[in-house]
């Protein structure tokens, strides 16, 4: 899947947190992740590529457009709350940079709209 490269870090801090929570819940011995976990990190994966914003996309947690299915969005919750804090010491680099893109001013939900092509119709 091809996404903007502010999108591609984006989905590299969700792997990385979703890992890091995935190894300390379910698979503390395996390095890969666990189906459910993996289920979570496509939809993820998914909500991404379909962001109205794209390469300028808030944090999720700054987002108002609500994306994730209630069930979905306490998932990420509660992997965030776990995973953040320990990306400081696992990954530095992408943690820094998502708390700069938290400090990003969230831009307007109807400025972002999707076009289907920008040439005018005949």
Same mark, same amino acid.
């Given at each position: 899947?091809?996404?903007?490269? #502010? /999108?591609?870090?984006?989905?590299?801090?969700?792997? @990385?947190?979703? !890992? %890091?929570?995935?190894?300390?819940?379910?698979?503390?011995?395996?390095?890969?992740? =666990? @189906?459910?976990?993996?289920?979570?990190?496509?939809?993820?994966?998914?909500?991404?590529? $379909? =962001?109205?914003?794209?390469? $300028?996309?808030?944090? =999720? &947690?700054?987002?108002? %457009?609500?994306?994730? !299915?209630? +069930?979905? !969005?306490? #998932?990420?919750? +509660? %992997?965030? $709350? *776990?995973? &953040?804090?320990?990306?400081?010491?696992?990954?530095?680099?992408?943690?820094? *940079?998502? %708390? /700069?893109? &938290? /400090? #990003?001013?969230?831009?307007?939900?109807?400025? =972002?709209?999707?076009?289907?092509?920008?040439?005018?119709? #005949?």
């Amino acid at each position: 899947m091809l996404l903007a490269p #502010r /999108l591609e870090r984006e989905l590299k801090t969700i792997t @990385a947190m979703v !890992q %890091i929570y995935c190894r300390d819940h379910h698979l503390p011995s395996q390095e890969d992740i =666990c @189906a459910d976990c993996s289920e979570f990190l496509q939809y993820a994966e998914k909500r991404l590529s $379909r =962001c109205p914003f794209q390469a $300028r996309k808030p944090t =999720c &947690g700054k987002c108002p %457009i609500h994306c994730y !299915q209630k +069930q979905m !969005q306490d #998932r990420a919750r +509660q %992997i965030m $709350r *776990y995973s &953040g804090p320990k990306m400081l010491w696992t990954h530095p680099i992408l943690a820094f *940079y998502h %708390i /700069l893109d &938290g /400090l #990003r001013k969230t831009p307007d939900p109807r400025s =972002c709209r999707r076009t289907e092509s920008k040439t005018p119709k #005949r």
